[in-house]
């Protein structure tokens, strides 16, 4: 049971990478709060639909679509646009995190994480705005990632594409503040999803962030679930540009 502001019946959500991991928690929350949930990743997601609505989604629709490729978005959000008429919400999570050393880092690996972490947002963002400006409406929430303030190797790319998200989401923000629109990110620490089990499949890096943290435990997808929920809820109109960290409390950041 959710409250009236709280509540996202009548509003039409997008979340991007919503076929596992963060992005199916996003979407399964929003699902139950009532929303119209469109959900796209670039790997099909057969069972998704029908879960969504059995959540309580007030409609459910899944698209297929690398949110990195200009003409596969231009696709996906016409769709949207051509059969809701708006989308309200915006949950631009789809990102990839390959580790490698910076030595051994070529350009089409940072041009790759920069074109599926930071690219896809600008294209989804770019083809739906005008549409949340006509409504005079719209929640923008953006995944960084808190590797933007540890000291980690083998991700120079990936924290500068995450670097990337929170400056875009401060700039977006300034510009679209007028038309009742905001936007923000939330940066997950190390979080259990099918990516960072298969990536660190003994535990051990697990156990050691939830060691360094105040909350000494795993973050797990639905520690980040309230915090999407409250920014792109009516509650939060009045914050946008911001950053806000969800990791257990590892990173300290005013
Ligand atoms: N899991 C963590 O520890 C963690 C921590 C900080 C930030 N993040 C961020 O959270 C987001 C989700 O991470 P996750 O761990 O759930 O990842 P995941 O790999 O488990 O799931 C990502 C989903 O996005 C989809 N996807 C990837 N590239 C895509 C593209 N180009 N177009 C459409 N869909 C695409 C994948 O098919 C997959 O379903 C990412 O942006 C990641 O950087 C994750």
Not at 226 to 254: N, P, W
Request: with cysteine; net charge negative.
């Amino acid at each position: 049971m959710h409250n009236d502001r709280q509540s996202k019946h009548g509003k039409v959500a997008l979340v991007t990478g919503a076929g596992r991991g963060l992005g199916l928690a996003f979407a399964e929350r929003l699902a139950a709060e009532g929303a119209t949930v469109i959900a796209a990743d670039k790997t099909p997601a057969p069972m998704l639909v029908a879960e969504l609505l059995a959540r309580g989604a007030s409609a459910a629709e899944f698209y297929a679509a690398d949110v990195s490729d200009e003409r596969q978005v231009k696709l996906l959000t016409e769709a949207i646009l051509e059969k809701f008429g708006r989308c309200d919400i915006i949950v631009n999570n789809a990102g990839i995190s390959p580790m490698k050393a910076f030595s051994e880092l070529s350009i089409q690996d940072w041009r790759q994480v920069m074109s599926v972490n930071v690219e896809s947002m600008f294209l989804v963002c770019h083809a739906l705005i005008p549409a949340m400006i006509g409504h005079k409406y719209g929640r923008i929430v953006n995944i960084a990632s808190n590797t933007l303030g540890l000291v980690i190797n083998g991700f120079t790319h990936y924290i500068a594409s995450k670097g990337a998200v929170v400056g875009f989401t401060r700039g977006l923000a300034s510009e679209v503040g007028i038309h009742g629109i905001t936007a923000n990110c939330i940066a997950p620490g190390l979080t259990r999803t099918p990516h960072t089990n298969a990536a660190f499949p003994d535990g051990d890096a697990f156990q050691h962030f939830a060691q360094a943290q105040a909350i000494k435990r795993p973050e797990l997808p639905e520690d980040l679930v309230g915090a999407m929920s409250f920014l792109t809820s009516d509650d939060s109109a009045f914050i946008t540009g911001q950053t806000l960290v969800v990791d257990g409390g590892l990173l300290r950041s005013l």
